[in-house]
């Protein structure tokens, strides 16, 4: 396969969906998502990472690469670090991270991320619910991601994904840049910047 790569099977999950169920109304403290994304209108999200918005500028939101941990991101220290060790562990630099929930029987449409943040990151997802395995599509490839797997895909390509159970379907969807790429993505300023 080009297009997905399993990095990491087995890891539990339950300690990160107690975390979430802890959270009185996790899922409904942001909307972004449904309401601005049109291919991803039947998911719900909860953000741990967000573009930093005083970034922007004259940049169109997909072009803008410095990222920041959301004040929600306080209330889940499991998924806080975990990303931190993912990161350290891969010799990236965090981006955007969201915990995304896919009720059964919706979708996430085909589309391809385009924009200067997505073509220099790595996309990943961490499976932590899903009844029938993650059904996911990248290019002509297909898998069924399962649950406790960690995977890395090319969301340069066009892909979607489906919920074809009867339970909610949670992943912690991320990107990580190469550290390599630091330098030319933030320029010498880049420890301040990235985090």
Known sequence: MKY???IKQNIP???FLDQI???EDAWAGSTGRQDKIAVQREALAIPLRGLRKSAIGDRKRRDVHESRWTTGSQQYPLFVEFLNNFAQERNEILGRAKVVCLPAGKQVYPHIDRGEYYRVRNRYHFVLH????SWMKTGDEEVRM???ELWWFDNNQMHEARNDGDQDR???IFDMLPAELEEEVFGAQSSSLAS
Do not use: D
């Open 13 to 15: 999950t339950q300690p």
């Open 4 to 6: 997905f790569k399993r």
């Open 146 to 148: 399962q649950e406790g």
């Open 130 to 133: 899903s009844s029938l395995g």
């Open 170 to 172: 949670i992943h912690v």
């Open 21 to 23: 169920n802890s959270i």
